[in-house]
């Protein structure tokens, strides 16, 4: 049976593809529209296919296919239609928690999978390997996608695969920023985290490290560098800013996380670049060599620069040159008809900001994937609306004397008013015009956090001057809650 399709064009360009065929107007109900989907009928499709589920395909097993796969779910259009194809041995996971409760030393009850397999992070059930089988998900492990054909929609693997798909999320999200071989990048003892297989790599270093030093002053560096107290090594964080995670932290707040560092021991070369990583006459690592001439010794680096977009072989898709990522609208569809981009490999429009961006953080992947696979299922088109959300939890192993966990949503722009001294808690608002634009809370209790969107999405008037006249984080929370309900 041959399948019709007519292309209706959109204000944006794009193209909505809708299929004509009776059989598929039984299939799918009157409110389903199958936005920028162009479904292959299994009557027409041979052998020659490796997936036997065809009409979604996602390609990347992280966070983002993790909560599409629920979503397909959620909505009835999981079983025998969709697959995902992941490089990893494993099952969509939190990835997050790699850099944090992973790589606690075994006496200090660390985070294994299948524990934090998506989607405990949001609060939703556990999606295992037999999750996945037992609702029709046909997923394609340690089988990288490495050739696409947009025309005849198909993909092809590493292995040789070919893989047909009607819809095609990517979900590819990012790799890690990594340093030349010819400086020492590929040395044994340093170490890049992004999936499993290199946190257990880490992990058997640091059960025989003495010494550890970690590049980056950012999220890898600090959540890192907590961890690595827990195994009671040196620790030497290196980074060429003047203070820790600078595209957030104000310099205060910065100020104080690390003299709560230097007091677990951990010591800071700031302002300081890389000349290369020395290898020792085994063929490891043993120092971090720094423009200046100096040497840190290390058995053990950890290289936490940054990362970088995963477009892979769907680099002939539209491009943001400015911000990196696959350009997508407020829908996440992309410019090509069928093809969608989620979570941190996507460059979506920022509406409450009226900006575009890209956001490399779990809490974005988890949000894309759903509001992605929403509008691809159902009539849903309201136009993505994320609030900026990052936190960090470190310290939090067994025995710490202080377990630290903040979050932060909003903008970091404008002014800023510091509440607090730390121990317990401390407060940062940001401030524009008179409006509060950010605000980050250290030690917060729940209700507290579930304050702090409220306040960032309303953007109230403040008292700039009253705000920083308050006692304590709990008055100055008092403060910004009333001007919001004025």
Same mark, same amino acid.
């Given at each position: 049976?041959?399948?019709? *399709? +007519? +292309?209706?064009? +959109?204000?944006?360009?794009?193209?909505?593809?809708?299929? @004509?065929?009776?059989?598929?107007?039984?299939?799918?109900?009157?409110?389903?529209?199958?936005?920028? @989907?162009?479904?292959? *009928?299994?009557?027409? $499709?041979?052998? @020659? /296919?490796?997936?036997?589920?065809?009409?979604?395909?996602?390609?990347?097993?992280?966070?983002?296919?993790?909560?599409?796969?629920?979503?397909?779910?959620?909505?009835?259009?999981?079983?025998?239609?969709l697959c995902i194809v992941t490089k990893e041995a494993y099952a969509p996971y939190e990835r997050p928690a790699l850099t944090k409760a992973y790589l606690f030393p075994p006496e200090k009850k660390p985070a294994r999978l299948p524990g934090f397999h998506t989607c405990v992070g949001g609060g939703g059930e556990r999606q295992t390997p037999d999750w996945y089988k037992e609702k029709g998900i046909e997923v394609i492990y340690e089988d990288p996608v490495a050739g696409a054909d947009f025309e005849k929609q198909t993909l092809t693997t590493d292995a040789g695969k070919q893989l047909k798909y009607g819809s095609l999320i990517i979900a590819t999200g990012c790799t890690a920023s990594r340093f030349p071989d010819k400086i020492g990048g590929h040395l044994p003892g340093v170490h890049y985290i992004r999936e499993v297989a290199?946190?257990?790599?880490?992990?058997? @270093?640091?059960?025989?490290?003495?010494?550890?030093?970690?590049?980056?002053?950012?999220?890898?560096?600090?959540?890192?560098?907590?961890?690595?107290?827990?195994?009671?090594?040196?620790? %030497?964080? $290196?980074?060429?800013?003047?203070?820790?995670?600078?595209?957030? /932290?104000?310099?205060?707040?910065?100020?104080?996380?690390?003299?709560?560092?230097?007091?677990?021991?951990?010591?800071?070369?700031?302002?300081?670049?890389?000349?290369?990583?020395?290898?020792?006459?085994?063929?490891?690592?043993?120092?971090?060599?720094?423009?200046?001439?100096?040497?840190?010794?290390?058995?053990?680096?950890?290289?936490?620069?940054?990362?970088?977009?995963?477009?892979?072989?769907?680099? %002939?898709l539209a491009m943001n040159k400015s911000i990196g990522g696959i350009q997508v609208d407020g829908l996440f569809r992309t410019s090509t008809p069928g093809i969608f981009a989620i979570g941190d490999v996507a460059a979506f429009p920022l509406k409450i900001y009226d900006r575009m961006t890209r956001v490399e953080h779990v809490d974005h992947a988890r949000r894309s994937a759903q509001h992605c696979v929403k509008s691809l299922l159902t009539a849903h088109t309201d136009t993505y609306?994320?609030?900026?959300?990052?936190?960090?939890?470190?310290?939090?192993?067994?025995?710490?004397?202080?377990? $630290?966990?903040?979050?932060?949503?909003?903008?970091? =722009?404008?002014? +800023? =008013?510091? =509440?607090?001294?730390?121990?317990?808690?401390?407060?940062?608002?940001?401030?524009? *015009?008179?409006?509060?634009?950010? $605000?980050?809370?250290?030690?917060?209790?729940?209700?507290?956090?579930?304050l702090l969107p409220k306040l960032a999405r309303s953007q109230p008037l403040v008292d700039k001057a009253k705000l920083a006249s308050a006692s304590s984080v709990e008055e100055a929370l008092e403060i910004a809650q009333a001007a919001l309900q004025s």
């Open positions: 049976m041959a399948l019709a *399709s +007519t +292309t209706l064009p +959109t204000k944006s360009g794009l193209s909505l593809w809708c299929p @004509s065929s009776p059989s598929l107007a039984r299939r799918f109900p009157a409110r389903f529209s199958p936005i920028g @989907s162009r479904i292959a *009928s299994r009557s027409l $499709v041979t052998a @020659s /296919f490796a997936n036997e589920n065809r009409e979604f395909v996602i390609v990347g097993g992280g966070n983002a296919a993790g909560y599409a796969a629920r979503t397909f779910v959620e909505n009835g259009m999981a079983d025998g239609r290199d946190a257990d790599s880490l992990i058997a @270093s640091l059960g025989k490290a003495k010494k550890i030093v970690i590049v980056g002053g950012g999220y890898i560096g600090m959540e890192v560098a907590a961890a690595a107290v827990a195994w009671n090594l040196d620790t %030497t964080i $290196v980074f060429p800013e003047d203070q820790l995670l600078q595209r957030l /932290f104000t310099p205060s707040l910065a100020q104080k996380y690390e003299e709560l560092y230097r007091q677990n021991g951990v010591k800071f070369v700031k302002g300081a670049s890389i000349n290369n990583l020395e290898a020792g006459s085994d063929g490891r690592v043993s120092a971090v060599k720094l423009a200046d001439g100096s040497t840190i010794e290390a058995d053990t680096v950890v290289i936490g620069i940054g990362a970088k977009p995963a477009i892979g072989p769907f680099e %002939t609306d994320y609030l900026p959300y990052f936190y960090s939890r470190v310290f939090e192993y067994e025995g710490s004397p202080r377990k $630290v966990w903040w979050q932060f949503f909003g903008d970091n =722009v404008g002014e +800023t =008013v510091e =509440v607090g001294n730390f121990d317990p808690k401390i407060a940062t608002f940001w401030i524009e *015009s008179g409006r509060l634009k950010g $605000v980050l809370v250290e030690s917060g209790s729940p209700e507290e956090f579930q």
